[in-house]
């Protein structure tokens, strides 16, 4: 069974700019959490969905937002960069929501912001 | 509110060395509690699970046990490699407003030494 797969796996952007990140869960899973990891703030929640509808929100500011399609498959984007959105970014999947028993995390695709 | 803590690293250890990496949690309720690893370059994997009070979670040598007396799920393993070399993970899944969540710990980098 493939696991989670994430593209970009790198991404640089300027200030400013735009950026979508996609996640395609394992197959049967209807579930995909995003996280941000940093050297500083270790891993964030940014956001889950499940079945389409977004059913958790981190505290992060509406810069980041986030969609699931049909097929499970998620994107999040990050509008108007900046230099401290750098970062590697996880998604995860699962089969229930909340990370039912085991969520289990795609490599990241790392941003960095100049 | 729902917290984990971990022990700050970088930890370095001889191989054959004993591994202790202390996890404590805050939470209401009654969270389920894992390890998860992250190796260079790639997503985090989880090492072990307990969902509840005295369960002792292990995998590939190493254990925790879930002690509800004292909120804590410490990792162990009796005899590192090289190989064990990452940054280990200490999360806790709980009920939440909006459903299920995973706090998740700061991390800390285990280096074993050849």
């Known amino acids: 069974k493939a696991g989670v797969t994430q593209t970009p796996r790198y991404l640089i952007k300027t200030r400013g700019q735009q950026v979508t990140l996609s996640c395609s869960p394992i197959?049967?899973?209807?579930?995909v959490s995003w996280y941000q990891q940093t050297p500083g703030q270790g891993l964030q929640f940014l956001f889950e969905?499940?079945?389409?509808?977004?059913?958790n929100k981190g505290n992060f500011p509406g810069r980041f937002s986030g969609r699931q399609f049909s097929n499970s498959r998620s994107e999040m984007n990050v509008s108007t960069l900046e230099l401290g959105d750098s970062a590697l970014y996880l998604c995860?999947?699962?089969?229930?929501?909340?990370?039912?028993?085991?969520?289990?995390f795609g490599p990241g695709t790392r941003l960095l912001v100049l | 509110g729902d917290s984990v803590t971990q022990m700050e690293g970088p930890v370095t250890l001889s191989e054959e060395a004993f591994l202790t990496i202390n996890c404590t949690y805050t939470?209401?309720?009654?969270?389920?509690l894992f390890w998860y690893v992250q190796y260079p370059g790639e997503g985090l994997q989880l090492l072990l699970k307990?969902?509840?009070a005295d369960d002792k979670g292990s995998n590939k040598g190493f254990e925790a046990t879930y002690r509800k007396e004292t909120t804590s799920f410490h990792l162990e393993k009796g005899s590192v490699q090289v190989s064990d070399s990452a940054v280990y993970f200490c999360?806790?899944?709980?009920w939440g407003t909006g459903g299920f969540k995973t706090i998740f710990g700061a991390g800390t980098r285990l280096f074993v030494k050849a």
């Open positions: 999360a806790l899944k709980v």
């Open positions: 939470a209401t309720g009654y969270p389920s």
């Open positions: 995860a999947s699962s089969l229930f929501p909340g990370g039912g028993e085991t969520q289990y």
């Open positions: 969905y499940f079945s389409e509808t977004q059913r």
């Open positions: 307990a969902t509840k």
């Open positions: 197959s049967g899973h209807r579930s």
